[in-house]
């Protein structure tokens, strides 16, 4: 039973295949499903040995893939069994195209030679054929022979948009070729207004200008159109991904992956859009199959590295980040990849490796001002207040400061003994956040420190300013009960040095009430009956 089921699955699957035509072949080709396409034109090869366009295109499939000795077999077959037939001239072009790609030009020369021979001047297609192969070949590239070739296919046949798809995508080759690229992506549309492929062209056309709301709307008419028409899906992730919308790019790529076969470079993309949308889970799993195809491959190792940074998950990305270290090409480190080690070393505490890491993020994306608050994280947590405060300071000479950043550099000051400093620092905080008790307090204890003897009173009115806030409400005195009897207890000090007998002695009995325990307070009250 087993057995029967298996074949009748497969001839339901050879049913389903034998229904398909050259048209389909050369849509899958389109869309990038390079197997599926071998599989519909050796069908059609076994129905119909004699078809020399089907051997065309069988040839173009195994060339897709790099499969060029089985590419150029089918070209040769197309040629020995179709002597007679026309459109034997399109393998002639495909052996073509394998000449260049060996740099054999005068040998790919012959070949297009008998290619137009044989057409006579009658199929366009032999033409683009010839064109495609002097633009795409990754021997010798003739891009102004191609073009010649294609504008005579357009003499032939000015109505057929294939002619014009082609001429564009020869263009898109060129630096500037932009413009003339959309001309004819345009003109192809006009013709066929049905033709997914031209507006998924033209999308990405926008995309590559940076231009990414005009590459969707194409992109969506293409899929309007034919929403198999695979090569959008993934268009449309790149055009988000220029929006930094990386939750819909992940899922247009997404799409994309389900639907096209799966390349290394389309994985590897796709995890990129996990890892920016913080889909660390999906980012680790989908990396984990790529490495499985290529272990070789260190930017996924990069990828994984970051994600378990991300989680939390320190030693393994550590180890990650180490194995990225050791396979990458030192001309293609990253900013982020020293980041991202030095952060995972300081969370594995070896802090000394970490700094060094972190700062030649620095030295390489001076933009990277943030690292600064890690580096000096580190050295404030080892009561390095000094070597703190210098990291703040280059922090917030590179970026607009808030209240919270000159908060973190008047911390390290003070505890570094640099009262002055440390005052500047707080009195930044009290101008950008005025309700906020907490910059009032911290000045009070810098200018106290400033004025041990209380010749000045210096920091009187910022603990009087932080009493004022931090007793407004019932919750604000829960929050600073330990802070206000600090306050307090300067203030009743600062009178009492004043022999203001009826300010110390209410400062001193506030004290009392946050703090009935208090023996200081208490024994100054007891003292002044």
């Known amino acids: 039973m ?40 050796s069908l059609l090869h076994s129905t119909n040995p004699l078809d020399a366009e089907v051997l065309y295109y069988k040839g173009m499939a195994f060339y897709a893939t790099g499969m060029k000795d089985s590419a150029k077999a089918c070209f040769e077959q197309g040629i020995v069994l179709n002597n007679n037939n026309s459109k034997v001239a399109y393998n002639y072009t495909g052996l073509g195209r394998v ?33 495609e192969a002097y633009a ?21 046949d000015k109505k057929n948009p294939n002619l014009y798809m082609s001429l564009g ?29 031209a507006f998924c062209r033209i999308g990405q056309l926008y995309i590559k200008a940076k231009n990414p709301s005009e590459a969707l709307d194409a992109l969506r008419k293409s899929l309007a159109l034919d929403s198999t028409w695979i090569p959008a899906y993934r268009e449309m992730g790149e055009a988000y991904f ?74 393994e990305g550590l180890a990650e980040m180490k194995r990225f270290f050791s396979k990458a090409d030192t001309s293609k480190i990253l900013s982020g990849d020293y980041e991202y080690y030095g ?26 001002a943030e690292l600064h608050s890690d580096i000096a994280q580190s050295y404030y947590q080892k009561k390095r207040y000094r070597e703190a ?80 806030i931090a007793s407004a409400d019932s919750a604000s005195v829960l929050k600073y009960r330990k802070d206000l009897v600090e306050a307090y207890s300067y203030l009743g000090n600062y009178y009492l040095q004043k022999d203001d007998k009826q300010n110390t002695l209410l400062y001193y009995r506030k004290v009392v009430e946050m703090d009935p325990e208090n023996k200081d307070a208490r024994k100054v009250i007891e003292g002044m009956k």
């Open 389 to 468: 405060a210098s990291e703040y300071e280059a922090r917030n000479e590179r970026i607009t400061p808030k209240a919270q950043d000159y908060f973190l550099l008047g911390k390290a000051w003070y505890y570094a003994q640099e009262y002055l400093k440390a005052d500047t620092a707080f009195s930044k905080v009290i101008e950008l956040q005025p309700a906020a008790a907490i910059g009032y307090l911290w000045r009070g204890r810098s200018s106290s420190l400033l004025d041990p003897e209380m010749k000045s009173g210096q920091a009187k009115p910022y603990y009087e300013k932080f009493a004022e």
């Open 99 to 131: 000449m260049l790609d060996e740099k054999n030009t005068a040998e790919a020369k012959k070949n297009f030679d008998k290619a137009f021979s044989l057409t006579s001047s009658k199929d366009p297609k032999v033409y683009m054929f010839a064109g």
């Open 343 to 368: 952060k995972l070393l300081l969370k594995t505490n070896n802090d000394s490796m970490g700094i060094f890491f972190l700062r030649k993020a620095i030295d390489m994306d001076s933009s990277k």
């Open 242 to 315: 220029q929006m930094h919308r990386y939750e819909e790019a992940k899922e247009a790529y997404k799409k994309y992956i389900s639907k096209a076969e799966l390349k290394i470079s389309a994985l590897s993309r796709y995890a990129s859009f996990q890892f920016l949308s913080k889909d660390y889970k999906g980012t680790i799993a989908t990396v984990s199959q790529v490495t499985k195809m290529d272990s070789s491959n260190a930017v996924m190792n990069r990828l994984i590295g970051y994600s378990y940074y991300e989680q939390g998950k320190f030693q």
């Open 136 to 156: 795409f070949t990754t021997g010798s590239k003739d891009l102004p022979q191609a073009i010649n070739l294609l504008s005579t296919a357009i003499s032939i």
């Open 169 to 197: 995508d020869i263009y898109t080759g060129q630096y500037d070729g932009g413009g003339k690229a959309m001309s004819n992506y345009e003109m192809a549309s006009e013709i066929n207004s049905a033709n997914p492929k």
């Open 2 to 41: 087993k057995t029967k089921a298996i074949s009748l699955i497969f001839s339901a699957f050879t049913l389903s295949l034998s229904a398909q035509t050259l048209e389909d072949g050369i849509k899958a080709l389109d869309c990038e499903q390079y197997s599926y396409a071998q599989r519909i034109f």
